[in-house]
């Protein structure tokens, strides 16, 4: 198991350095299944489908140590518990009575004050269990339909955009959201979201989203010309001419620009774009 060590500025300047610094156990299953549900001469119709799980633990860590903080992520390295899991302060919404944000401590009690020690385990995750992905097929004397989807299930991820954008004051010269208009507390009795004006966000809980998704990753038509008329070209065995896109549409309920992403924290992230391209595939 690799991971940056820290270490004196005295080596090279640096102040960490990559090594093997524990060891850890992942335990899973693979699927995968396809079924041809119409199959004759002229017309044919696939649908296929894969699925997989993995849940890992950490066994050792480096010079003994049982725990390890990852600074400035949220999370932390500990033996017995899973890599990517996040370690932070557990938001608990807001005073109706006076607008000020409240947390649980670690203990479960609520508390308007923020302290570094009353971070938990949220029993939240950014490396996803569950991945996959399905698609179908359809072909009718030469032309082709194809669709593919993946997906990704109980993946959480930080929305550090979402820190700036509903700063409430912190960083008024960024643009910020049309939410401090409509779920910021404004007077007492509001059932808000987001504290009154002055009281600034924290990197606690109610910044980690599902990044969970369904996206169609591709979307294909084609035609494949008869190999009757190609014979008569004497040089070319096949043509094909395609039109195809990608990334076309995303199923989520993460409010950033795109859920699909390695990281723990989303900032400033450019999203995966959607494609649209066409084609000829020729074979002589």
Known sequence: MLMLVPQSYVNNGFGT????????????????????????????????TNASYNRNEITELYNGLNEYEMSGTSTKLAVGRPVGEFFINKYAGVNPANGDALWYDKDGNITNEFREEDKVWIGKNFNAPWQGGFGTSLSYKGIALSANFSWVADRWMFNNDRFFEESNGLY?????????????????????????YGVTPQMDSRFLEDASFIRLKNLMLSYDFPAKLLKKSRCISRARIYLQAQNLFTW????????????????????MSRQFSCGVDITF
């Open 172 to 196: 008024s010269a960024y643009n910020q959201s049309r939410r401090l208009l409509y779920d910021r507390w404004k007077e007492p009795g509001d059932i808000a979201d987001i504290p009154r």
């Open 17 to 48: 350095r990559w090594d093997n610094v524990g060891a850890m156990v992942n335990i899973g299953a693979e699927a995968s299944l396809s079924f041809d549900v119409i199959r004759t001469e002229s017309f044919s119709w696939n649908i296929n």
């Open 252 to 271: 989520t309920k993460f409010s950033g620009l795109d859920p699909e992403s390695t990281s723990n924290i989303y900032q400033a992230q450019y999203p």
